[in-house]
T-cell receptor, first 114, second 108 residues
Framework: DAGVTQSPTHLIKTRGQQVTLRCSPK?????VSWYQQALGQGPQFIFQ???????QRGNFPDRFSGHQFPNYSSELNVNALLLGDSALYLC?????????????FGPGTRLTVL | AQRVTQPEKLLSVFKGAPVELKCNYS??????LFWYVQYSRQRLQLLLR??SRESIKGFTADLNKGETSFHLKKPFAQEEDSAMYYC??????????FGSGTKLNVKP
């Protein structure tokens, strides 16, 4: 099991563009959470998907949206990119919503907005 | 509001010295606290969670609700402990809140 995988590894976009990041959860996991980690900061919770629905959301604008597919993989979409969106985007997967089980993190996608 | 504070960005100690990484939190309910670690060129991984009451790699952390703290301790630091450490809180509805992290540097 490769664990949580994310693609692409790096991405460079310009202001105003749109971006899609992808995440495949660890085998057996059905819940995916996305985090934004700015340089020198800890991860900030964006949202969580379970059963193909957004279940929880952090303090992020509607420009940030997501999707979860029947195979539990997930996408993070960011529209109208701003310079401040430059960050490492982390995906984490776990089993269920109760929080009983550990969440496992992917390696992240480094997004640079110019 | 939920918040996790790690007051030290960098902590340098010599091998064999005791280590304490500080974490304070703000939360109105009954929190669940975690420590995550990120070694160089590796992904973020769980180190320990307070409900487990375990000692992992010699590290322990006790939840002090009176002081709203969850400090991470190890009596004798090893060079392989050098890493970024993040304190995290799981609040209502399974939302996670992370601190800004402390870089631990264990010198030989």
């Amino acid at each position: 099991d490769a664990g949580v995988t994310q693609s692409p590894t790096h991405l460079i976009k310009t202001r105003g563009q749109q971006v899609t990041l992808r995440c495949s959860p660890k085998s057996g996991h059905d819940t995916v959470s996305w985090y934004q980690q700015a340089l020198g900061q800890g991860p900030q919770f964006i949202f969580q998907y379970y059963e193909e629905e957004e279940r929880q959301r952090g303090n992020f604008p509607d420009r940030f949206s997501g999707h979860q597919f029947p195979n539990y993989s997930s996408e993070l979409n960011v529209n109208a990119l701003l310079l401040g969106d430059s960050a490492l985007y982390l995906c984490a997967s776990s089993f269920g919503l109760a929080g009983t089980y550990e969440q496992f993190f992917g390696p992240g996608t480094r997004l640079t907005v110019l | 509001a939920q918040r996790v504070t790690q007051p030290e960005k960098l902590l340098s100690v010599f091998k064999g010295a005791p280590v304490e990484l500080k974490c304070n939190y703000s939360y109105s309910g009954s929190p669940e606290l975690f420590w995550y670690v990120q070694y160089s060129r590796q992904r973020l991984q769980l180190l320990l969670r307070h409900i487990s009451r375990e000692s992992i790699k010699g590290f322990t952390a006790d939840l002090n609700k009176g002081e709203t703290s969850f400090h991470l301790k190890k009596p004798f630091a090893q060079e392989e402990d050098s890493a970024m450490y993040y304190c995290a809180l799981r609040g209502n509805f399974n939302k996670f809140y992370f601190g800004s992290g402390t870089k631990l540097n264990v010198k030989p």
